[in-house]
């Protein structure tokens, strides 16, 4: 979600844009050596012991926000561009591009994304549901 103005707040109350990664497979995956970036942003690393459980989802807040969050609610150091779209980025330790995610320009509390969990096929979404399925 490029705008989140009243989708999902964060832990200190604020609307800022989210990404939200799903995990497929029955084991947890843990972020250690895994960093995010979008389209205009370095890479910046996940904070040690963040997981994706197995199975599940995880909300990253993209916000400008320097320290990293905690380990249950990551936050970055970059903000994604809804007017324009953005391109999110998931790389391992050498710099592999695990997964990557063109967004579309969107307008405010709408999302793009899966439109079945893990699937192939994505599209705008109009009832956002972070942390859950999607809705298709």
């Known amino acids: 979600m490029t705008s989140n103005a ?3 707040a964060d832990k200190d109350a604020q ?3 989210w990404i939200e990664l799903f995990n497929l ?11 995010l970036a979008d ?3 370095s890479p910046a690393a996940f ?3 963040v997981i994706v459980p197995a199975g599940g989802f995880l909300v990253i807040f993209a916000d400008d926000d320097l320290d990293g969050g ?5 936050h970055f150091p970059f903000k994604l561009s809804a007017a324009n779209g953005d391109t999110i980025t998931v790389a391992d ?3 592999n591009i695990v997964d990557e995610v063109a967004v ?3 307008a405010a509390d709408v999302s793009f994304g899966s439109t079945a969990d893990g699937g192939a096929t994505a599209d705008i979404l109009a009832a956002p549901t972070p942390g859950a399925s999607n809705g298709g």
């Open 93 to 95: 330790a050498a710099g």
């Open 6 to 8: 009243t989708s999902l």
């Open 15 to 17: 609307f800022d844009d």
């Open 104 to 106: 579309p320009a969107l």
């Open 25 to 35: 497979t029955s084991a947890d995956i843990v972020l250690d050596e895994f960093s």
């Open 47 to 49: 904070l040690p012991g």
């Open 39 to 41: 389209g205009s942003s």
């Open 70 to 74: 905690t380990t249950a609610e990551p």
